[in-house]
């Protein structure tokens, strides 16, 4: 605090009004990346709202006589070696997908925050504590965890939520910790303190409108994860449990068909690169669009 | 009557002393200013006064608000003092504001704390209050972020803030070492209207002599932790005792003389 610090340019006190509302909150939609982000994440969410009223077909409808087909007018995506139409499962895979991942990201946040917030707002022996729960979460693989509940409470989605919400919520609760402790740092929380605010008080109203963006940008990625590993989980036969459709076990069941029938496994495998690539993409859009310090700059040069 | 009343107190950071036996009190209308280079313990002083120092530092003497030792007592009982009784201004007035919150709700923050007044009224009083502090268009300016205010005009915020629940003590830590020379003395001309406005009793951190001397009454000189010195500002000014207090005073005459032809250090 009594480190001088060189003011910018802008303390002159006449230079400075306040700026018209009305370009105050500029649109921050030039970024690239939240718009292709967006886009591809859109399309797949597209596909799953679509499953949920239309698809081409009926999940369990085979057509015995088409089996193995290429991509056509009738099977867009081809089918299997059933004869199973191949959009019609890419389409309730993305369902699958979406409503695994945002739950997930859900069990990890409702975990993660408060854990991280905690540790942050405490004293030193609280925040020691979390820090080495944290780690050791962070050091168990998420898939062996899934693994380990799935023999103890057979496979099923809540299980697989479970698993990867946990194993999400370590990195949410580590950026938690980091993110609120750089806030508790900062003066105007020492000011809010000398104005008698209280310790919630002083979550609710500054550090938590300060972390979020962060936060936001975690849970984008987080989605990312979530999707990959509830592929994987349900490759291993270890996910949602069938006949609910999957990516990773439509990966799974076109392995023994892949050299006649590539695009079953290419199929899947783009959808899933598709989503994460997508939440990766908005996440860095978000990221540009929303950190203050970010923000801050382009303001200061539009100037 | 004194308000704030310190004696005796010491700070130590690992048996290490970083204020020593630090003496005085405050009451309304009193205007004391506290004066040393950096480093010589008057910002830890100020933040030991209103029970904000960090854990891991000690404290011992005693710190009388109103008659009641509040030197190691609970947050909880420090949180109806601060703000309250005693309010603080910081040096840096970017920091010291929530860089995503619009000033209008931080003035109006600790008036909802402690007159647990409603939404509306809150604001309206910390429209009320920008007023007071001389900021242009108050009602719409209340909704702007620290950001895009000034540094003079961050000030001002940040002294309704401090002064928006009528505290009857104000520290005021450096206020105006990081603004530029001719917005501090605005905000010196601002601060004194204040203090014969509310009668608040002040106490002025700074460095640098001719600013406290304009502001203060009373002067404590500080060094190394300790009060090399006190008493009225012309006696210490004409009469230095201690030879730090010698030193400031040869530094600032120095300056005066310079700055004598424009008579720029002396018009406030």
């Not at chain 1, 099977?75 to 389409?91: I, P």
């Not at chain 1, 690539?277 to 539009?302: F, I, K, S, T």
């Not at chain 2, 310190?6 to 036996?21: A, E, F, K, R």
């Not at chain 2, 939404?119 to 702007?144: G, K, N, Q, T």
Request: net charge positive.
């Amino acid at each position: 605090m009594s480190t001088p610090m060189v003011e910018t340019a802008e303390t002159v006190e006449a230079a400075g009004t306040v700026k018209a509302s009305g370009t105050r909150r500029r649109p921050g939609w030039r970024s690239p990346s939240l718009v292709v982000g967006a886009a591809l994440l859109l399309t797949v969410l597209a596909l799953a709202l679509v499953s949920l009223l239309w698809s081409p077909y009926a999940l369990d409808h085979t057509d015995p006589a088409a089996r193995l087909t290429g991509p056509s007018a009738r099977h867009w995506a081809g089918t299997d070696r059933l004869g199973r139409d191949q959009f019609t499962q890419l389409m309730l895979g993305a369902r699958t997908a979406v409503w695994i991942g945002l739950a997930s990201v859900a069990v990890a946040f409702v975990i993660g925050v408060p854990l991280g917030l905690l540790a942050a707002a405490a004293g030193r022996f609280v925040e020691n504590a979390v820090i080495a729960v944290i780690d050791i979460v962070i050091a168990f693989p998420t898939l062996l965890l899934a693994m380990l509940l799935v023999t103890v409470y057979g496979p099923s989605t809540a299980v697989a939520i479970s698993a990867i919400g946990i194993g999400v919520s370590a990195e949410v609760a580590r950026l938690t910790r980091i993110s609120a402790s750089r806030v508790f740092t900062q003066d105007y929380v020492l000011a809010a303190r000398t104005c008698g605010t209280g310790p919630l008080m002083i979550l609710v109203r500054h550090v938590l409108p300060n972390i979020w963006p962060t936060l936001l940008v975690q849970a984008t990625l987080a989605f990312g994860v979530a999707v990959i590993a509830e592929a994987s989980l349900s490759y291993l036969g270890l996910g949602t449990p069938p006949p609910a459709p999957s990516w990773g076990r439509m990966l799974q069941e076109a392995q023994s068909t892949m050299s006649v029938a590539p695009w079953n496994v290419l199929l899947p495998g783009i959808a899933v690169a598709v989503t994460v690539v997508g939440v990766n993409l908005l996440g860095d859009g978000l990221r540009e669009v929303l950190d203050p310090q970010l923000r801050q700059e382009r303001r200061a040069a539009d100037r | 009557m004194t308000i704030l009343e310190t004696s005796g107190l010491t700070i130590t950071l690992g048996g290490q002393p970083l204020v020593h036996d630090v003496s005085f009190g405050l009451a309304a209308r009193d205007r004391i200013g506290l004066i040393g280079e950096s480093g010589s313990g008057k910002s830890l002083t100020a933040l030991a006064l209103l029970g904000l120092l960090p854990p891991s530092m000690r404290t011992s003497g005693r710190i009388l608000i109103d008659g009641e030792d509040h030197l190691g007592a609970p947050d909880r009982q420090w949180r109806r003092v601060r703000g309250r009784t005693v309010s603080i201004v910081f040096q840096e007035p970017l920091t010291a504001l929530d860089p995503l919150m619009p000033v209008g709700r931080q003035i109006a923050g600790p008036l909802r704390l402690h007159q647990g007044l409603n939404r509306s009224d809150a604001e309206r009083r910390a429209i009320e209050w920008c007023d007071r502090v001389h900021l242009p268009d108050p009602a719409r300016l209340v909704r702007a972020l620290p950001h895009e205010l000034s540094g003079g005009q961050r000030q001002r915020v940040a002294l309704a803030m401090a002064l928006a629940c009528r505290p009857r003590i104000l520290i005021a830590d450096e206020p105006t070492t990081a603004l530029d020379v001719t917005v501090q003395a605005q905000i010196l001309t601002l601060l004194d209207e204040l203090i014969e406005e509310t009668g608040v009793g002040l106490l002025f951190i700074s460095h640098d002599l001719p600013v406290v001397a304009g502001v203060a009454r009373q002067l404590l000189v500080m060094r190394d932790g300790r009060l090399v010195e006190s008493g009225p500002v012309e006696d210490v000014l004409r009469r230095p005792r201690s030879g730090y207090a010698r030193q400031l005073v040869a530094s600032a005459a120095t300056v005066t003389r310079l700055a004598r032809p424009g008579r720029r250090g002396e018009d406030r």
